[in-house]
Every structure is written in structure tokens, then in C-alpha cells.
């Protein structure tokens, strides 16, 4: 190419740059008023995209931050901006659903459990405050605004997430991979494909090629992102989304700029989204954690694999969808038992396990994974007006955006189908998972919502009665400024607390499984950490003494040591706001078993033996309480029995193992630590040598066999950890190896 061609096609495609450039700094130019509305925008960029880069504080709790100052931000603003009206104001029936949800839940603090009550009532009310905000800002002009904030938001969680699946770029601690900035990769997908209406309405908006081929390029950069995840439910909503949608733009391809395009640009629309699901989409990971999961490695076969695992038996005995379906039925029999009140705002995690059979034990769970589901248990005749409400209004709107032909209805009709069409999405993943109670999924319905309900404001003349005027003065704007404010004070101070709380009891966890996973846990040089830890769980629960997530990590390591005093009683801190937790309560009847308190240990055994007559750990607790009043060989008879009908559950080994050693019945002792071996080969180099010493006892003397039991216990271990095993072999048989 000569220079001069060459000089020519630069500044050609420079001129294309610049125009495009001048084009999408225009179509974002702002005017007096839209201060609102670039904050809300900014917030649904910014929630999604950002992180925290270590374990102190949970993906959450930041974006919950974030969402809470910037809706009070953008509600005080808002407020600024109309101090000397007095026009009315705009109002709409559905502000009275999260309004009806919060006062229910401020009532049931009163006879249900007060903490958790009390954050239900918060959520719905920053759900309330944004809802009102976007339905008296967001006005036809500045809707594209909020739109663009929603998509690269979305965008830039999808990044983060591309680059964990091909890369292994691991910044933010999660859960499962690639979960993006969120900690769990369903919520990144439950976010993601909410968005992709939009996603879908600034691609058929587009002028000109360049725009067209960027914006079509970061939809299925989105689309490939969620399909990494393979999360069902959202798998399952974009399938719907792929008939929607395309209807949608059919239907009003008049209204949108795609009218205007040539037939070059709609191939290139088509081939550009189509070449980036493919090309993607077939890119296999460099994420060993994903690779070691074998659901496939390249998006497009994660997401067939995990779609078609839905048409297996086993998915609904064994796999995820199975507990799914066990709390389901759980949460069935609590709307059953309490169908007029429900059991209080929040309170799900707290009475779930009454409503357990005996052999589950979910425990460990904090919601019902439906969100319909837990709503009509928590709130009872209250969650049915919420839910019939909402859907009333929702296909209310969906006939009126459909038959509303007029010009003003066809104007309003593309940006009410394509956010119905999100809606629609956030209901389906709602029935698999927990959307409403996460900040970017909560703070998306919230908005959606109030596209719809700004939308009917406009059309209010055409009989939309839902939306109507409010009575506005200078005086109540002061006035709601003044308690906005010290909204603002109070969520700096629940922020400090909550980062406060968060960072000193994580700090406590990491320190405490460092100790227990070293060699010599009881080494004196352990003393001064674990007083360490002990005074951050202290300040920790003292902070917030419900924080059921982290609290009882820290118990559970000490058990490492032997500390059973300082276990149990952070057990017994958590069962103070959980009573009902069988697990939990077992726990503290054996840390005052171990302390030598056999009635406290007994009272609570009987509690968790109410609960769960079945479980592992009652039976355990059972047999310890034989061999601690004496009876050990009806403790030992009663342990055969039980690993003979197969329970053999960790706990129940571990105590099988104990009581053998203790009765000196070595085939017990033995039996144990061969089903452990079996069940959790993890741990199958400790089990070995174990049986090892237990062959090398003078009563044993099974030479041969300790030998063998030894040398296996080295060979369960990777070549960095033999030496560190071999030590724990005695002298007589490690120089035999």
C-alpha cells in the first residue's frame, strides 16, 4: 500500500472514529435537571463492576453500600432540585406494593425475629425510595442515560468474568467461578440476562456501522459471559428472552432506529452477534477450577451440558435441583402451618428446620432459593396481595403496551415491552434463586418498575389511573430533604458497622483455620494468635451478634485445639438468634459434655434430639453419653448398630473411631477408618496413619500391616506434603519406608 493510500484510509478511519465519538458524547449530553439520573445510571454501572479485592468484607455487602447511598443520594437530589416547587409531583399505585412489604415488616419486629425483620423493613424502603425517585425522574430524553448505565455495567461485570473463564484471573474471592465481581456466578448470571433487553434496545437504536458492530460485539459479549456460568435458570430466561425479544423489535421496528438501516447493516448486526457467540463462545478455559468440574469447557458447551443435566433422574435426587426441590417442599409445609401471618419478615432461615424432615439437614441455608415461595412463608396474606398485585400490574401493562396504538402509545410501546421483557426474565430466575435480596438484581427490579410507572405517568391522559399527581410544597421538600439526610447519617453508620463487623470476624476465621491446619495446632507458639482471635470474635459478635455466616467457623476451629469452653459458647451466641438449628445445638451438647457439664450437655441434646431423632450427630452424642456414664460396651453395641444400617456419616465415624480406642475394641477403631478412608479420600493419608498406630500397638502387633498402613498414608499425599507425614510415622517404621 503507498503511502498516500495508506495516509488516506487512516485518516479516513479516524474521521469515522471522530464522528462516532461526536455522535455518543451527543446522544449523552446532559441538561439542568439530569443530575438524577447520571447518579442513578452511575450506580448501576458502578455496583456490578466493582469489587472487594480481599475476604474483610462479602461481594455484597459492598454493592448493598453502593446502592443504598446512591438511591438516598439521588432521592436528596431530587429533592434539591424541586425545594421551591410547587407543581405536583408524580405518584403511582405500585409505590404501594414495597410500602405494603416494610410495614409488614416493621410490624412482625415485634413478634417474629427483630433483627431480621428490621433489615427486611430497610431493603424494602431504599426498594421504595428509588422506585419513587426513577418514577419522577426518568423522563422519555433521559431514560437513554439510565440505559447506557445499565449495560455497561453489565458489560463490566461480564469482563471480569470473561477473563476469570479464559485467563484464570482470580481478583475478587468468590465462590464458584467465573462469578465475576458477585460471590456466587448465579448471581452474576441472574444480573446479566435482566439487562439484556436493554442491551438488546441500544443495539436496534444504533447509527451508523461502527455503532452497530460495537454495540451488537458487547450484547453477545454479555450473552457469552452468562452462558460461562452455566447457571439454569438464567440459561432458561435467555431462552425466552431469544423468542421475546425478537418479537418485541418486529412489532415496533418502526419506532426504532433499525428502520433506517440498510440491509448491509442488519447482516452486519446479525453477523457480528452470531461471529461473537460462536468465536467466544468456543475459546476453550484456562480456569482449572472449571476444567476439574467437567460440564464443558468452552461456554457454549457449559451451557447445552447444563441445560440438558435438567432432562436427568439424578439432577432431582442427587444434583443441585434436588436440595432446591427439598427446601421447596420445606418451605411448602411452613405456608401450610402459618398461611394467615406467615412467620415474620426474614424469619425463613430462622424456622426452617421445623419444617425439615429428619434426614435433611440444609441448615446452612439463608433462603428459600424462590423468591415467591419464601414471600408467601414469611408474609403470609400480606405476600399473596404483594404477589397478585404485581402480577395484576404487570399483565395489566403488558396489555396496554400491546393494544395502545395511538401515536403517543407506539412512542412509549418499545421501552415498556423491552423492560417488561426484563421483568419477565427477573421473575424466572426468581423462581430458582434469590434476585430480589441481592443489591444489583434488587436495584434493577426497582428501576424497571419505575420505567413502567414513568411511563404511565406520561400516558396518564389516555385512563392510566394507577398514575396520578401528588400535592407538592417547598415546605415538605425541606422538610424530606432534612430526614434524607439523616438517612444518609444512619447508612454511614449500619456501613462502618457492618465493614467493622465483617472484617474482624473474617479476620478471626482466617486465623483460626490457619492454626488448626498446622501441624502442632497446641504449640505454644500458637498462644498469643489465639487470644487474637478470640478477641476479634468477641468484638465481632458484639457488633452484630446474628451473623450466623461467619461466627460458627471460628467455633468449629477451635475444636481443633481442644478449646470447647470458647467453642461452645460462640455456638451457643449463634443458637441465641437460631434456635432451631440441630447441627448447632448438638455442638453445644458436646462442648459441655467435653467440659465434664453433662446436664447443660444433656438438656441440649434433647433439644437437638426434638429436632433431628436421626441425625449423625444426636446418635454420636448418644453414644458418648453411654461411654461417659459407664456404659461402654452398650455404647459399643449400639455404635456397631448403627454403622451397620449405614450411617456413616463424618461425625459418626469420628466418634466410632474414639469410642474403639477408648473401649479398646481395635476392629471398631479400625472399621471407622477404613469407611472414613472410603468416604473422604481427602483424608485418607490421616485415617492410615491412624490405622498404622493401631496395628503397632504391643495388643495388636501386626507388624506387616502397620507397615502397609504407613506407607499408604505417605502415598495419599502429594510429593510436597510426604515429608511432612513421613515425621508423623514413628521411628521403628519410617526408617523402613
Given at each position: 500500500m503507498s503511502d498516500d493510500v495508506a495516509e488516506s484510509s487512516a485518516s479516513a478511519g479516524s474521521g469515522v472514529l471522530a464522528s462516532h465519538g461526536r455522535h455518543w458524547l451527543a446522544s449523552l449530553s446532559l441538561s439542568p435537571g439530569d443530575g438524577v439520573v447520571l447518579l442513578l445510571a452511575t450506580m448501576m454501572l458502578v455496583t456490578p463492576a466493582l469489587g472487594v479485592p480481599h475476604e474483610f468484607?462479602?461481594?455484597d455487602t459492598l454493592k448493598s453500600m453502593l446502592v443504598a447511598f446512591g438511591t438516598l443520594a439521588a432521592a436528596w437530589l431530587l429533592l434539591w432540585q424541586n425545594r421551591q416547587r410547587s407543581d405536583a409531583l408524580q405518584w403511582h399505585g405500585v409505590l404501594w406494593l414495597p410500602l405494603l412489604l416494610m410495614a409488614y415488616a416493621l410490624g412482625s419486629m415485634a413478634w417474629s425475629h427483630t433483627y431480621l425483620a428490621a433489615v427486611e423493613a430497610v431493603r424494602w424502603f431504599v426498594f421504595f425510595v428509588l422506585l419513587w425517585v426513577g418514577l419522577n425522574s426518568l423522563t422519555r430524553e433521559r431514560l437513554p442515560l439510565l440505559i447506557n448505565g445499565l449495560h455497561w455495567g453489565a458489560v463490566m461485570a461480564s469482563l471480569w468474568a470473561v477473563l476469570q473463564f479464559y485467563l484464570n484471573v482470580n481478583l475478587f474471592p468468590q465462590g464458584a467461578a467465573p462469578a465475576s465481581t458477585f460471590i456466587n456466578r448465579n448471581f452474576f448470571a441472574e444480573f446479566v440476562v435482566c439487562t439484556l433487553p436493554f442491551s438488546a434496545w441500544l443495539l436496534v437504536q444504533a447509527r451508523g456501522p461502527a455503532e452497530i458492530v460495537l454495540r451488537a460485539f458487547f450484547m453477545a459479549f454479555n450473552l457469552v459471559a452468562l452462558m460461562m456460568t452455566g447457571t439454569r435458570s438464567a440459561l432458561m430466561a435467555l431462552l425466552l428472552l431469544s423468542f421475546v425479544l425478537p418479537t418485541i423489535v418486529g412489532l415496533y421496528r418502526r419506532q426504532f432506529e433499525l428502520a433506517h438501516w440498510r440491509r448491509s447493516q442488519k447482516f452486519l448486526a446479525l453477523a457480528v452477534l452470531l461471529a461473537t457467540v460462536a468465536g467466544l463462545g468456543s475459546v476453550t478455559t484456562g480456569n482449572p477450577q472449571i476444567k476439574a468440574e467437567r460440564q464443558g469447557e468452552t461456554a457454549l458447551q457449559?451451557?447445552?451440558?447444563?441445560?440438558?443435566?435438567?432432562?436427568?433422574s439424578d439432577e432431582y435426587t442427587k444434583g443441585s435441583t434436588s436440595v432446591r426441590l427439598r427446601m421447596w417442599m420445606s418451605t411448602a409445609r411452613m405456608i401450610e402451618a402459618h398461611p394467615?401471618?406467615?412467620?415474620g419478615a426474614g424469619a425463613w432461615e430462622v424456622v426452617v428446620p421445623l419444617y425439615q424432615i429428619n434426614d435433611e439437614l440444609l441448615e446452612d441455608d439463608f433462603y428459600a432459593h424462590n423468591e415467591f415461595l419464601q414471600l408467601l412463608a414469611e408474609c403470609g396474606l400480606v405476600g399473596w396481595a404483594f404477589l397478585l398485585a404485581l402480577l395484576s400490574y404487570l399483565s395489566l401493562s403488558a396489555w396496554t403496551t400491546?393494544?395502545?396504538r395511538s401515536e403517543a402509545g407506539l412512542k412509549e410501546g418499545p421501552l415498556r415491552a423491552l423492560t417488561l421483557a426484563c421483568l419477565?426474565?427477573?421473575l424466572v430466575v426468581s423462581g430458582a434463586g434469590f434476585p430480589w435480596r441481592l443489591a444489583s438484581t434488587g436495584a434493577l427490579f426497582a428501576l424497571a418498575l419505575a420505567v413502567l410507572a414513568a411511563s404511565d405517568a406520561r400516558l396518564s391522559s389516555r385512563g392510566h389511573s394507577l398514575a396520578l399527581a401528588l400535592p407538592w410544597r417547598p415546605q415538605v421538600a425541606r422538610l424530606l430533604m432534612i430526614f434524607m439526610l439523616g438517612c444518609l447519617v444512619v447508612a454511614g453508620y449500619i456501613t462502618q458497622q457492618a465493614a467493622?463487623?465483617?472484617?474482624?470476624?473474617v479476620a478471626a476465621v482466617k486465623l483460626a483455620v490457619t492454626v488448626a491446619q498446622s501441624d502442632d495446632p497446641n504449640h505454644p507458639r500458637w498462644e498469643p494468635?489465639?487470644?487474637?482471635?478470640?478477641?476479634?470474635?468477641?468484638?465481632?459478635?458484639?457488633i452484630n451478634p446474628h451473623y450466623r455466616k461467619l461466627t460458627p467457623l471460628?467455633?468449629?476451629?477451635m475444636v481443633r485445639w481442644g478449646d470447647w469452653e470458647n467453642a461452645t459458647w460462640i455456638w451457643a451466641s449463634v443458637v441465641d438468634s437460631r434456635p432451631y438449628v440441630a447441627g448447632m445445638l448438638a455442638n453445644i451438647a458436646r462442648g459441655y459434655l467435653q467440659m465434664g457439664q453433662n446436664e447443660k450437655g444433656l438438656a441440649y441434646l434433647e433439644k437437638a434430639r426434638a429436632l433431628r431423632p436421626n441425625a449423625p450427630m444426636v446418635r454420636s452424642l448418644d453414644v458418648a453419653l453411654l461411654s461417659r456414664g459407664g456404659k461402654v460396651e452398650e455404647a459399643v453395641l449400639l455404635m456397631r448398630k448403627y454403622l451397620q444400617d449405614g450411617h456413616d456419616d463424618f461425625d459418626l465415624l469420628t466418634s466410632a473411631y474414639q469410642l474403639g480406642m477408648h473401649a479398646k475394641d481395635w476392629p471398631l477403631a479400625l472399621q471407622a477408618l477404613q469407611l472414613r478412608n472410603e468416604r473422604w479420600p481427602q483424608l485418607a493419608w490421616d485415617g492410615w496413619l491412624k490405622m498404622g498406630d493401631i496395628y503397632a500397638l504391643p495388643a495388636v502387633a501386626d507388624d506387616a500391616r502397620a507397615l502397609q498402613a504407613y506407607r499408604a498414608a505417605v502415598a495419599a499425599v502429594d510429593e510436597p506434603q510426604k515429608e511432612v507425614v513421613r515425621q508423623k510415622i514413628p521411628p521403628a517404621y519410617r526408617d523402613r519406608l
Open positions: 468484607m462479602l461481594q457449559r451451557s447445552f451440558f447444563r441445560v440438558a443435566s435438567l432432562t436427568k394467615l401471618t406467615g412467620v400491546w393494544h395502545d419477565l426474565a427477573l467493622a463487623c465483617e472484617r474482624r470476624l494468635v489465639k487470644a487474637q482471635i478470640l478477641q476479634l470474635a468477641r468484638e465481632g459478635i458484639a471460628v467455633a468449629d476451629a
